[in-house]
């Protein structure tokens, strides 16, 4: 009589036990997945960071040849074309990036960009202006500043530059555009405080350096800053201050700082011997 009652409860734990192995199997397969989605991610940044442009354009391409509509394949897929410098070839996957139902507006922030490096600045203009104001990021704003500064709207590109600056750790590149923005304006003293504060923040960024340079010597000061330097950068700083000087009609003095660039270098700067070449057979002095 006993057993109907211990074949049903034997049933009954068979049955426990496939779903036990079922639900194991199920926990072992979301971790794979996990996995695998991490280790997407870190090759993903990897890539992007650290990795070869062109290797990464690669990488990205493959999976978006697999999964057309990855969002996070498309953005590195742009990215990388843009590092590789192939701004034209990053718009239209900027521009499928930002169409995404899951879009947000920093892609479209860096289709505007996109523009920008491909030379479209009215697409960028219209881009940016089609996002909402209240969406305020540091990317937004240097793009800003870098359109008003092109339409020569010198006390918006200052707003935007200053607030650009704000919202990043990292502002030695901001600080250096707004100098350079300066020097263009014929406003060089200004200029100098903008690189001084750049390489405040990064005192490695060569082109800081040697935009201090063309600024001092804007002002008739051909004395190098005092900045940390390599011979080499010394070099290309005193040649920069030398056409500088000369384009000033200080032949003299660019004479002279010619011939300190080529003494200064480390190797032969043939730059600077064929500006001095120049200069001598033009019998200016």
């Not at 890539?47 to 070869?52: H, K, V």
């Not at 540091?138 to 006390?155: G, H, V």
């Not at 004479?255 to 200016?284: C, K, N, W, Y």
Request: proline letters at 5%; charged letters at 25%.
């Amino acid at each position: 009589m006993r057993h109907p009652i211990v074949i049903a409860l034997l049933a009954g734990s068979v049955l426990a036990v496939s779903g036990c192995e079922d639900s194991r199997q199920a926990a072992v397969s979301r971790a794979i997945d996990n996995v695998t989605d991490i280790d997407n991610q870190n090759m993903a940044e990897l890539m992007l960071s650290a990795g070869n442009p062109d290797e990464a354009v690669s990488y990205f391409k493959s999976r978006v040849d697999r999964d057309p509509d990855h969002l996070p394949s498309l953005r590195g897929l742009a990215r990388s074309l843009v590092r590789a410098g192939h701004a034209s070839d990053a718009l239209p996957v900027w521009r499928k990036a930002s169409e995404h139902p899951d879009a947000t507006n920093d892609d479209r922030v860096m289709l505007a960009d996109a523009y920008i490096r491909a030379n479209r600045w009215d697409r960028a203009e219209a881009t940016l202006n089609a996002i909402p104001p209240t969406h305020e990021s540091f990317d937004r704003y240097r793009l800003e500043a870098m359109i008003a500064d092109s339409k020569k709207q010198w006390d918006k590109a200052d707003h935007f530059y200053e607030i650009a600056a704000g919202l990043t750790t990292r502002p030695a590149n901001v600080y250096n555009n707004w100098g350079f923005s300066k020097l263009t304006r014929g406003a060089p003293r200004d200029a100098e405080a903008l690189f001084m504060q750049s390489l405040k923040h990064d005192p490695n960024l060569f082109t800081a350096k040697n935009n201090l340079a063309l600024s001092r010597a804007a002002q008739g000061n051909y004395s190098l800053p005092l900045v940390r330097m390599t011979q080499q950068e010394r070099a290309i700083m005193l040649h920069s201050m030398a056409i500088a000087a000369i384009r000033k009609g200080d032949t003299t003095i660019g004479r002279t700082l010619l011939e300190e660039a080529i003494d200064t270098h480390p190797q032969h700067f043939d730059e600077a011997v064929r500006a001095l070449r120049a200069l001598e057979s033009g019998g200016r002095g």
